[in-house]
Structures are given as C-alpha cells and as structure tokens.
T-cell receptor
Framework: GDSVTQMEGPVTLSEEAFLTINCTYTATGYPSLFWYVQYPGEGLQLLLKATKADDKGSNKGFEATYRKETTSFHLEKGSVQVSDSAVYFCALSSNTGGFKTIFGAGTRLFVKA | DSGVTQTPKHLITATGQRVTLRCSPRSGDLSVYWYQQSLDQGLQFLIQYYNGEERAKGNILERFSAQQFPDLHSELNLSSLELGDSALYFC??????????????FGPGTRLTVL
C-alpha cells in the first residue's frame, strides 16, 4: 500500500544552519506531495506542495522538489531561524485506487539561538 | 486562521463516558477529515466524509463514529472512553476534488483528557 517515510527526529540545529528533512514515498499512480508544519499548540498548516514530477514547492524560504525517480520530496532551508522550531509532516494524496491522504510520522525540529 | 473551527477546545471526562467533538469546515469545502494525534506526535487518520457521505476510513475504533450533516459540519462521537483515548483530535477540510486543490486545512484541535 501507499506510504510515507520521513527521517526520525528530533533534529537540533543552530540558527542559520542548513536544514534537510528527508521524505520518501511509495504510491501507485501520480500523487500530490505536501509538507505541513505544526507550531507548538497549533494545528497543522500547509507549508508547500508539488503536484507533478520535477515540480518545486517553496514557501517562507523552505523548498522541496518532487523527484519521481527517487520517490522523494526532501524539505530544505538554507538558513533556519529559532521561529522555525516545529514539527514537520510530509504527506501525499492520491485518487488512484480510491482517494487517500497519508501523513508521515512527523519530524520535530529544534533551532537553538 | 485556517477557517476550520472546532469545539470544544478542551474536554476532560472520565473513563466509560461518551463525548462529541464538533467541526465546521471552511466555507465551500465539501470534505471533512478527522485525525487523532497522540502525545508522541503521531498523526493517525480516522475517517473522511465528502458532502455527507463516508469516503475513506482509517484506523477508527468501533467505539468511535462520525457523521457529516447537510450543512457540512461534522461530529466525531467517542464512546466507552479509555485512558488511551486521551489525545488531540483534529478536523481538517479540503476543497472539492474537481477544484484541483487537494491540500487540507486544519482546525486548532480538541484536546481530550480521559481521567
């Protein structure tokens, strides 16, 4: 079945460090891919998305590229801030074999000043 | 503000009891999803409704049930509550599939504590 696997956390970085959170997926058909972010005490909110191979989603300095050949959608940011501390979820949605949305387990990021 | 509202914000109850969580989707959205988030942060999909009909089912316990009403708001009913049901329950909504927009918009959640 379809699945999403993301790197385990927590990830701890110093301010201005480079961030990568790995995400790989298994899916039939051509899913849409998403990164959601959950700040402390809040619900999830969409960070970025990509709907087809080689698309790059970007928002707030974060970016991720839909790589069909490696079935990956890694999240990157060139210089993190303390305010980026949150839990990041990779997800896919697909209408192949029935509509479904699948979330990864989440990766907690701590950014130190 | 995502436009999705959930009530109540907090709920404290005892084992064996029954509670109802309510969700109002964003204006125009037809899909409603329910998720359970445990303390270790995992997000578990429970169930999805589309325009009043059940569309997808996740690992929802038989003690849990949901429905979506004609005005598109949804309720999640949890019965015979156990300590392990303590969690954050999120509702999300999304636009009609024909819109081509399939991202979900999450509400602020209901924190359920079972004592």
């Amino acid at each position: 079945g379809d699945s999403v696997t993301q790197m385990e956390g927590p990830v701890t970085l110093s301010e201005e460090a480079f961030l990568t959170i790995n995400c790989t997926y298994t899916a039939t058909g051509y899913p849409s891919l998403f990164w959601y972010v959950q700040y402390p005490g809040e619900g999830l909110q969409l960070l970025l998305k990509a709907t087809k191979a080689d698309d790059k989603g970007s928002n707030k300095g974060f970016e991720a590229t839909y790589r069909k050949e490696t079935t990956s959608f890694h999240l990157e940011k060139g210089s993190v801030q303390v305010s980026d501390s949150a839990v990041y979820f990779c997800a896919l949605s697909s209408n192949t074999g029935g509509f479904k949305t699948i979330f990864g387990a989440g990766t907690r990021l701590f950014v130190k000043a | 503000d995502s436009g999705v509202t959930q009530t109540p914000k907090h709920l404290i109850t005892a084992t064996g009891q029954r509670v109802t969580l309510r969700c109002s989707p964003r204006s125009g959205d037809l899909s409603v999803y329910w998720y359970q988030q445990s303390l270790d942060q995992g997000l578990q999909f429970l169930i999805q409704y589309y325009n009043g009909e059940e569309r997808a089912k996740g690992n929802i316990l038989e003690r849990f049930s949901a429905q979506q009403f004609p005005d598109l708001h949804s309720e999640l009913n949890l019965s015979s509550l156990e300590l392990g049901d303590s969690a954050l329950y999120f509702c999300a909504s999304s636009a009609p599939w024909t819109s081509g927009r399939d991202e979900q918009f999450f509400g602020p959640g209901t924190r359920l504590t079972v004592l």
